[in-house]
Every structure is written in C-alpha cells, then in structure tokens.
C-alpha cells in the first residue's frame, strides 16, 4: 500500500532562517509526487509536480527535490507569509488516487 | 481561467440528515476528484470521477456517493450523517488526455460541514 510521510509535523522559524522539510514515501511504482500549500480553512494550493528521482523545481523562494524514497522541500530565506501547511503526496502507477501525508505546518516568525 | 468552485461553502446539518456537495472543475478538467479532510485523519481519498463514471474510489462507507454530469461538473452526496462526518470536504479538478490516469489536481476552497 502507498504510504507517505512527512517530518517534521511542525517547524517554527525566523523570518531568513532557511530549512527543508521532508516527505518519504513508498509506492508501487511512482507516476508522479506532488507538493501542497495550504492555508488555514482553504484548499491546497499547488506548488510541484515531480516525476523522477533527480529531479528539482523550483518557485521563488521554494525549491522541490526528489530521490527515490524521499522529497525534500528546501526554503530559502522564508517570510512570515510563507507560514502554511505543506502537504505531500504520491500517485502510484496503479492507482488514480493521491495518496497524502499528514503535512508540515511551518510558522515563520518576523 | 476560474478555479475549481465548490458550494455550499458551510453547512450545518443534524444526524440522520443527508446532504448533497457541488463542484464545478477548472474549464476543460475532466477529472474530478472528492477527498475528506479532518484534523485526526488529514486528507483522505473519496472517489474519482471521469466522463461520468467513478473510476476509483476510497475506503469509506456506503453512506458517501457521488455522480459527474456531462458537463463535468460533479456532486458528492453523504446520507445518515453522523456526528463523524464533520470535515471540510474538498473537491479536485484534473486535465486528462485521451483517457489516461490523471496528473496534477487543483483544489476548490472546499465545503466546511458540521454535524451536530
């Protein structure tokens, strides 16, 4: 069964302070990983889509990463209107459905 | 282009009610998909729907149904609510060519339902 994972559950930072967050997954098969933003009481926004290990995205100050277990979510110097949850998740080969994880929900203080 | 519409935007309604849940696609997404979100159990799959027939669905119970029309636009339907039914419901919209299993989803704002 697919499953995904993500780490921290929450990250506090300084306005400038950079850090990454995490999603490990395991799937039969990977078509395609997908990155999340969402704010509170909204639907999630799309951010990346990611097809194969080796492959990075990037959008202003986020950059999307893969390998074949993970995704990383780099930040680089973030701003207080970057604080969301950030939701990972992965389609299988064999399935039509994302599977997600719980999310990260990152706070970034002025 | 519009984004993916979902109304109501909140609902209250009591056990044993039902309810019914609309979403309108981005224009040209064939692909609707319905998932729940709730604080204990995150973001969880419902079913898809493309051209008009469900082509995958979740681990819920009989009780959540849902139909596409011709024109894509989709509504989910929940009967007997129970007080766990409580949850944003979120609607997501998908181009698909020729068929094939569908790529990135776009969310609507999502329906707020309480049961009380």
């Known amino acids: 069964e697919d499953q995904v994972t993500q780490s921290p559950e929450a990250l506090r930072l300084q306005e400038g302070e950079s850090s990454s967050l995490n999603c490990s997954y395991t799937?039969?098969?990977?078509?395609?990983l997908f990155w999340y933003r969402q704010d509170p009481g909204k639907g999630p926004e799309f951010l990346f889509t990611?097809?194969?290990a080796g492959e990075e995205k990037e959008k202003e100050r986020l950059k999307a990463t893969l390998t074949k277990k993970e995704s990383f979510l780099h930040i680089t110097a973030p701003k207080p209107e970057d604080s969301a949850t950030y939701l990972c998740?992965?389609?299988?080969?064999?399935?039509?459905?994302?599977?997600f994880g719980a999310g990260t929900r990152l706070t970034v203080k002025p | 282009k519009a984004g993916v519409t979902q109304t109501p935007r909140y609902l209250i309604k009591t056990r044993g009610q039902q309810v019914t849940l609309s979403c309108s696609p981005i224009?040209?997404?064939?692909?609707v998909s319905w998932y729940q979100q709730t604080p204990g159990q995150g973001l969880q799959f419902l079913f898809e729907?493309?051209?008009?027939?469900?082509?995958n669905k979740g681990n819920f119970p009989g009780r959540f149904s849902g139909r596409q029309f011709s024109n894509s636009r989709s509504e989910m339907n929940v009967s007997t609510l129970e007080l766990g039914d409580s949850a944003l419901y979120l609607c997501?919209?998908?181009?698909?060519?020729?068929?094939?299993?569908?790529?990135?989803?776009?969310f609507g704002p999502g329906t707020r339902l309480l049961v009380l």
């Open positions: 224009s040209g997404h064939r692909s």
């Open positions: 729907y493309f051209s008009e027939t469900q082509r």
């Open positions: 990611l097809y194969s």
């Open positions: 799937v039969s098969g990977l078509r395609g």
């Open positions: 998740a992965v389609q299988g080969l064999n399935n039509n459905d994302m599977r």
């Open positions: 997501a919209s998908s181009l698909v060519v020729r068929g094939a299993f569908q790529e990135t989803q776009y």
